[in-house]
């Protein structure tokens, strides 16, 4: 009869090594894409509590995005290259005749003025994050749009030229209020 061989054991030492090298060379290899995502400036905190708002309902722009991507914007459907000019007039509608540099048509279910304008935007949960940026976007261009003719009307010059005292002039001018309440 034959005995069994024994067997060597396997020297283990050099695999944590040969890990310890292979992880390396991972995390040399490997891209980290940058993150993408929406830039907003938070507001800041209260400083004196309670932080309540009284608001006119006039004031509010309600957009609302459904689980199919839907747009609806003061309940009625609409399509996403509407956005843009629905939110500019909202906002520059001059409702109560204050805002001098304004050019809207002075409607009475539309914004009182630019620093009274708020846009209220809610997402259902189970809409698509590329529309929701899509809308995100279509805002930013609204508001972005404002702030350049009100440059070249007050300044001559486009946004990109602007110097430092003059961009706060221009914020000040046409805030950018965006609330992107919860879905209930």
Same mark, same amino acid.
């Given at each position: 009869?034959?005995?069994?061989r024994?067997q060597?054991? !396997? $020297? %283990?030492g050099?695999? %944590?090594?040969?890990?310890? =090298?292979? =992880? *390396?060379?991972?995390? !040399?290899?490997?891209?980290?894409q940058?993150? &993408?995502?929406?830039?907003? /400036?938070l507001p800041?905190d #209260?400083?004196?509590?309670? #932080?309540?708002?009284?608001?006119?309902?006039r004031?509010?722009?309600?957009?609302?995005? $459904?689980? +199919?991507n839907q747009?609806? %914007?003061?309940d009625?459907?609409?399509?996403? @290259? &509407?956005?843009?000019s629905?939110a500019? @007039?909202? *906002?520059?509608?001059?409702?109560?005749g204050?805002c001098?540099? #304004?050019?809207?048509?002075?409607l009475?279910?539309? @914004?009182d003025?630019?620093?009274?304008?708020?846009? @209220?935007?809610?997402?259902? /949960?189970?809409?698509?994050?590329r529309?929701f940026?899509?809308?995100q976007n279509?805002?930013?261009?609204?508001?972005? &749009?404002?702030?350049n $003719?009100y440059a070249?009307?007050?300044?001559?010059?486009s946004?990109?030229? =602007?110097?430092?005292?003059?961009i706060?002039?221009?914020?000040?001018?046409y805030? +950018?209020? *965006?609330? &992107? %309440?919860?879905?209930?």
């Amino acid at each position: 009869m034959r005995t069994p061989r024994r067997q060597e054991p !396997v $020297n %283990a030492g050099s695999m %944590a090594d040969i890990a310890f =090298l292979l =992880l *390396i060379f991972f995390l !040399v290899t490997t891209t980290i894409q940058d993150d &993408e995502g929406i830039n907003r /400036r938070l507001p800041r905190d #209260c400083e004196n509590p309670p #932080c309540t708002v009284d608001l006119n309902e006039r004031n509010v722009f309600r957009i609302l995005i $459904n689980k +199919q991507n839907q747009l609806f %914007a003061e309940d009625k459907v609409i399509e996403l @290259s &509407e956005l843009r000019s629905l939110a500019v @007039s909202f *906002i520059d509608n001059n409702g109560d005749g204050t805002c001098t540099y #304004c050019s809207g048509k002075k409607l009475a279910d539309s @914004s009182d003025n630019p620093q009274e304008a708020i846009i @209220s935007l809610t997402a259902d /949960r189970e809409a698509s994050y590329r529309y929701f940026v899509a809308v995100q976007n279509e805002l930013s261009a609204a508001f972005t &749009e404002l702030r350049n $003719n009100y440059a070249l009307r007050e300044f001559g010059k486009s946004i990109g030229e =602007l110097t430092d005292s003059e961009i706060k002039k221009l914020e000040k001018a046409y805030p +950018q209020v *965006i609330s &992107e %309440a919860d879905t209930k």
